[in-house]
């Protein structure tokens, strides 16, 4: 079995920071690469930003230069830094694990995380 779990969320006022956290944890052994997916009210999840086992960066127009994600592969954990928060930047944050394979190492998985709510208010 394999977990995601989320912590960090909460209410902000719009200019101010949070930092999301994820640890994926259970039978694992190996990730390619980890990331956080946003679902803003009534719109469909988009892509914040991934990093790979290599550490290689992927990050959303709308967050560049605002958002910093980071990762500890020993611990199979990954962090999402958010400051100058917008208003639009309010949704549920989800953390994912692409690439996931166990220790029964028989296939790749992709696991997601239960989400945490983000509320920038104005």
């Known amino acids: 079995q394999v977990q995601l779990v989320e912590s960090g969320g909460g209410l902000v006022q719009a200019g101010g920071s949070l930092r999301l956290s994820c640890a994926a944890s259970?039978?694992?052994?190996?990730?390619?690469?980890m990331g956080w997916y946003r679902q803003p009210p009534g719109k469909q999840r988009e892509l914040v930003a991934t990093?790979?086992?290599?550490?290689?960066?992927n990050y959303a127009d709308s967050v560049k230069g605002r958002f910093t994600i980071s990762g500890d592969n020993a611990k199979n954990t990954v962090f999402l830094q958010m400051n100058s928060l917008k208003p639009e930047d309010t949704a549920v944050y989800y953390c994912n694990a692409d690439g996931l394979v166990t220790t029964t190492r028989d296939r790749e998985y992709d696991y997601w995380g239960q989400g945490t709510q983000v509320t920038v208010s104005s």
């Open positions: 259970g039978s694992i052994f190996s990730i390619n690469a």
């Open positions: 990093i790979t086992s290599g550490g290689s960066t």
